[in-house]
């Protein structure tokens, strides 16, 4: 292997009183093999975090790892080490080996003042209110802005990201926007729409308002779909297969896989028909409209002319 398909980190782990690793915080994660010396420098730093908090039940010690990004994760630490590298933009997603994960990553109580075992909060919730510590969700993954702030980004709503998202600079999700893990942009993107896990999307793209992009967890298949540069997803679309770049899907349209799609630009039957494909045969073809006819109900796709969409620029500076 070599050394750029290594990523190594110091940081924090919290444990229940059971001895359940509920989390690992990372500060500064870092690809290649790991040097003594900034592995002792960031321990050092990270001392004064170690300790209990009675009032979550929970302790927290220093952990140091290393990990294979092409080895399936082993462990709690070693699998949230993975999310950081991935919202670190260490590794751009799908590239990197998250076989087995759920079993690493517990439910968690998510609070106001860090994660708590979920069994223990019935127990706990006198003094969790005393101390005005408030739950925020339960869930396998926290929020990515309770672990990183990354540069150049904009998130209406912290809620809505997890930690393991990739969000590159010039990146705006907006309120109703969603991002989970191993997903994210390339590029400077306005997302106001769902990017479903191991969805890409490119560089200038528009994910409209209640848009989403099918992922493959919870039966989505094996394809993963990605979005190309300059596309426009309009309000509450949705895409089953990959597109190109500058391409535009109509507002309400959702194409599957098996969505029949009549080819517009080419030439008509000797009925008068135009011949149709399914839309998986289109996945990944750029400079494509899709839109239904609002005559017949038919889902159409024709040539575009031109570039795709374009960005506020000051918006996405």
């Not at 001895?19 to 093999?33: E, I, K, S």
């Not at 394809?223 to 949705?238: E, F, M, P």
């Amino acid at each position: 292997m070599t050394q750029q398909r290594h990523v190594f980190g110091t940081g924090l782990c919290t444990i229940s009183s059971d001895g359940t690793v509920l989390d690992a915080w990372y500060p500064h994660p870092r690809v290649g093999h790991a040097d003594g010396t900034t592995v002792a420098t960031r321990a050092a730093d990270l001392q004064s975090a170690v300790g209990a908090d009675p009032r979550r039940d929970v302790r927290t010690e220093v952990v140091e790892l290393e990990i294979d990004l092409d080895e399936a994760p082993a462990s709690t630490a070693d699998a949230y080490l993975r999310l950081h590298a991935l919202s670190y933009r260490l590794v751009v997603p799908n590239r990197l080996n998250l076989d087995g994960i759920f079993a690493f990553l517990p439910t968690v109580a998510w609070t106001s003042a860090g994660p708590v075992h979920p069994d223990a909060v019935a127990r706990l919730r006198p003094q969790l209110r005393r101390a005005g510590i408030q739950i925020q969700s339960l869930d396998k993954f926290p929020r990515l802005t309770d672990y990183i702030v990354p540069a150049g980004v904009r998130i209406g709503d912290a809620a809505r990201v997890r930690l393991g998202a990739y969000l590159s600079p010039g990146t705006t999700v907006m309120h109703e926007g969603f991002v989970n893990f191993n997903a994210g942009t390339l590029g400077a993107s306005m997302v106001e729409g769902r990017i479903s896990q191991g969805v890409v999307v490119g560089d200038g793209s528009d994910v409209g308002g209640g848009a989403s992009i099918m992922g493959t967890l919870s039966g989505g298949g094996t394809h993963r779909v990605s979005i190309g540069q300059r596309c426009l997803l309009g309000a509450n679309a949705g895409v089953g297969i990959s597109l190109g770049d500058d391409c535009v899907v109509e507002a309400g349209l959702y194409l599957t896989g098996g969505t029949k799609v009549l080819l517009v630009d080419e030439p008509a039957r000797a009925d008068g028909t135009r011949p149709s494909v399914k839309a998986a045969e289109l996945s990944g073809r750029s400079g494509l409209l899709y839109r239904r006819n609002s005559l017949t109900g038919a889902v159409e796709a024709l040539g575009r002319a031109g570039s795709g969409v374009t960005l506020n620029e000051a918006l996405h500076a």
